[in-house]
């Protein structure tokens, strides 16, 4: 019987020992899995983040925006999730930017922000409860997204876009539609605080469309002719961002356009990637805390595991001390008491794996609250992989925690053993 | 009958500070296959320093052993579990079994270390020696403290050894269970094993073939035993 059949025998013998002790082990096993918890949240939510930054940014459709100057966090949030604090370019910025022979295609966008229908619409706002309200150029705004499709089925048949020239139709994202529990046909209402005036005013509108999922900022936006929406918000000649693609999107191009433009008063030239490594930096600090505690975790956790094993040890002194006179090598007991730690330390980063996976979701609610991410859509992205991967790395770092405890325990003397054993 | 224990002047010296502790001092003695030896005496005699040399789980430092064919003295640790393997079996006071293993994977434990593999039907035999064939599938704690003794005594009777050794095995017992414990000793020894035995019971020990008596580690007695 070598090593590999009696690795069976072993595993057994270590598992039922644990089970002797089974409050201590439960809890031994709660914290690797708390730590462990810890840890595939938080790679989760990097995983995710990123994920989400690049899809969000993706799905915007275009390379590059050209808005007012302000804070170019501010400006990236607003078009991924429709933030606050809107500045405005004027209208004819439009005009200058589309004859540029690098431009290949571009959209204007008014955005303003709504709220429930009932509610106060107004163009500016703080309140969670505000939806964005999107003025678009419809046929130009889907040559850069030409994704977006009218959702069918009963209730929804005979979506379409909004006619340009129109004062009452609108579209709505999926979202919206739901949430409001609108389809095709009906009437929409919003109260809209217009600028300059100091009453709002309500509005009808009937819904010509509603949007299939996105998971995009898109899908909680209400679309609106963009004239309409310049004129719902008394700003008719202004514009939030143009939406720009390039004929030739490299960084050489993107930086001849960007100093090109910026010559503009009152305008700032944001290439996406920039946006991206923006909302990254901005978050990986927060993230580099949360790992420093994750890291903090594991290591108490660990630390938990050597005491917890390290206890046991000297408990079964005098057993340890039988079974070498029983015949146990120094390379058996020393099996037998690493294996019980790993499997301690798989047990934990199984039960947190699953723990992160299952509770990911109020993970996500969480980090929410804390901070604004500046991104719609999944943050914490539990992944097969990133789980395999914790778990392998919670056994490697239980290969270690069991080193000394193993070695404590196949370095005594039988005859000591017995004897601190009572034997 | 071939002598399996051969001790001359063995000595076993602790240095404690600057103070020498004499545990055993110069000890001749020689056991057979098939021969029941009881070491008696009183605490701090030196029985448990004795039995723990003659059964290799401590080595000596003076005069020279000889355990199934094999020098011991100066022998390090590693080395003498490799002369313990297979060839000795042990009974402790307070039988030491797993009390999560059944009876009989307590009484197969030391096969994993040996790297044997089980033979149920040879497990089942050795319980069947001890009387608790019955008993197999039970738990430690189903049992009595006889009967966890005789689950101890087939545990080192399935590896087969050529000495047994029972350090203080009826110190946990009473009177009965004690004596049914010594029974299956000189039972295995008819069987030609030798049984090594310390005991406080001046009576059961005597039982024996042969009854060696310490004092302050030097043996003061040897008489012959033989009382059925």
């Given at each position: 019987m070598n090593q590999l059949t009696s690795l069976p025998k072993y595993l057994s013998l270590a598992s039922k020992n644990l089970r002797r002790r089974l409050v201590r082990t439960s809890l031994t096993v709660a914290g690797v899995g708390l730590a462990v918890a810890v840890a595939v949240s938080l790679g989760g939510f990097m995983l995710g983040y990123r994920t989400s930054i690049d899809r969000s940014i993706d799905m915007l459709g275009f390379q590059v925006m050209i808005m007012a100057k302000g804070c170019p966090y501010e400006a990236a949030t607003m078009m991924l999730k429709g933030g606050t604090g809107l500045l405005y370019l004027p209208s004819d910025t439009y005009d200058k930017v589309r004859k540029d022979p690098d431009v290949e295609s571009i959209t204007p966008i008014f955005v303003g922000v709504g709220q429930k229908e009932g509610s106060g619409v107004r163009d500016e706002g703080s309140e969670a409860a505000f939806t964005v309200m999107s003025g678009v150029e419809a046929s130009s705004f889907l040559v850069m997204k030409p994704w977006l499709k009218m959702k069918e089925g009963r209730g929804y048949d005979g979506g379409r876009w909004f006619d340009a020239k129109s004062e009452t139709e609108i579209v709505l994202g999926y979202e919206a539609a739901e949430y409001e529990q609108r389809k095709v046909g009906d009437t929409f209402y919003a109260t809209v605080m217009p600028a300059g005036k100091a009453t709002a005013v309500q509005r009808e509108f009937r819904i010509v469309g509603v949007l299939e999922r996105t998971g995009t900022q898109d899908d909680g936006t209400i679309f609106l002719p963009i004239t309409a929406a310049q004129k719902l918000f008394n700003r008719p000649n202004e514009l939030t961002i143009l939406g720009i693609k390039l004929k030739d999107f490299s960084s050489f191009k993107l930086r001849d356009f960007e100093n090109r433009w910026l010559k503009l008063p009152e305008v700032q030239v944001v290439g996406l990637q920039q946006v991206k490594s923006t909302l990254i930096g901005l978050v990986a600090t927060a993230q580099a805390m949360v790992a420093a505690v994750a890291v903090v975790a594991v290591i108490v956790a660990l630390l938990g595991v050597v005491n917890s094993v390290l206890m046991s040890v000297y408990e079964r002194t005098g057993e340890i001390g039988v079974m070498k006179a029983l015949g146990a090598r120094r390379g058996d007991i020393f099996q037998l008491i690493w294996l019980e730690t790993l499997m301690v330390c798989l047990a934990g980063s199984l039960l947190g794996s699953a723990g992160a996976a299952v509770g990911s979701s109020l993970v996500e609610k969480a980090l929410r609250s804390l901070i604004d991410l500046g991104v719609s859509g999944s943050i914490v992205l539990i992944t097969p992989r990133l789980i395999a991967g914790s778990v392998a790395g919670s056994v490697v770092l239980g290969f270690f925690a069991g080193l000394y405890p193993a070695w404590r325990a196949s370095s005594m003397r039988p005859v000591d053993a017995i004897r601190e054993g009572g034997a | 009958m071939n002598t399996v224990i051969e001790a001359k002047g063995l000595k076993r010296h602790y240095v404690r500070g600057i103070e020498t502790v004499k545990a055993l001092d110069g000890v001749d003695l020689s056991i057979r296959e098939g021969e029941m030896v009881s070491i008696l005496g009183p605490s701090g005699s030196g029985k448990t320093t004795l039995i723990n040399l003659l059964s290799c789980l401590d080595a000596p430092t003076g005069g020279s052993l000889s355990v199934a064919g094999k020098a011991v003295s100066g022998l390090s640790e590693d080395d003498l579990v490799e002369i313990r393997r297979g060839a000795l079996g042990f009974v402790f006071?307070?039988?030491?079994?797993?009390?999560?293993?059944?009876v009989t994977e307590n009484v197969e434990l030391p096969l994993l270390f040996l790297g044997r593999p089980a033979r149920r039907e040879r497990t089942l035999k050795v319980l069947e020696q001890v009387g608790l064939a019955d008993r197999a599938g039970h738990l430690p704690n189903e049992l009595s403290g006889g009967q966890m003794q005789r689950v101890a005594i087939a545990r080192a009777l399935l590896i087969e050894p050529k000495i047994l050794v029972a350090d203080e095995p009826t110190g946990n017992l009473d009177k009965a269970a004690g004596e049914a414990i010594f029974q299956v000793f000189k039972s295995l020894a008819k069987q030609g094993l030798a049984v090594i035995v310390t005991t406080h019971n001046t009576a059961l020990g005597y039982e024996s073939d042969r009854v060696v008596t310490l004092e302050d580690g030097r043996i003061v007695k040897e008489e012959r035993g033989g009382k059925t």
């Open positions: - | 006071q307070r039988f030491h079994l797993l009390p999560t293993l059944s």
